[in-house]
């Protein structure tokens, strides 16, 4: 349904995912990623944040946009909804993510993410499809 599952491993939750496309994948990832962050509440359209990253390889990119979601939710309480990405290549993504302000008062709070390893990570196509796996640290 939602494009992702959960795999619990000891102190870390694993996202993996598949996308018909490398962005489908790397927003199925996000997804994930987000619905660990926040379980629930109302969310509405406030801000927007332009994105431009560049890596060596598919990992490395996903890694560093997982890692990024993650610090501007931590820094500055963006949650992210809805993502425009115009360019995704296994070295470079570009686009824009809406959001929301993380309020308590309107967010239920989930697993506090503290980071995103590079442990069995992995980005491969398979049978016609991308394929992407993560583990965060909890």
Excluded: M, N
Excluded at 51 to 63: F, G, R, Y
């Amino acid at each position: 349904q939602h494009g992702y599952t959960f795999l619990e491993h000891t102190a870390d939750v694993g996202i993996s995912a598949t996308g018909r496309t490398l962005t489908e994948l790397f927003v199925h990832l996000a997804k994930g990623l987000i619905a660990l962050l926040v379980e629930g509440g109302q969310r509405e359209l406030r801000q927007t944040r332009a994105i431009h990253l560049t890596a060596p390889d598919a990992e490395s990119l996903l890694l560093a946009w997982l890692q990024e979601l993650l610090f501007l939710f931590s820094t500055e309480a963006f949650l992210p909804i809805d993502y425009q990405l115009d360019l995704v290549t296994p070295t470079a993504l570009r686009g824009q993510i809406k959001g929301d302000t993380f309020d308590l008062t309107r967010h239920l709070p989930g697993r506090e993410v503290k980071a995103i390893t590079r442990y069995l990570l992995k980005v491969e196509p398979r049978g016609g499809v991308w394929y992407g796996r993560v583990l965060v640290d909890i």
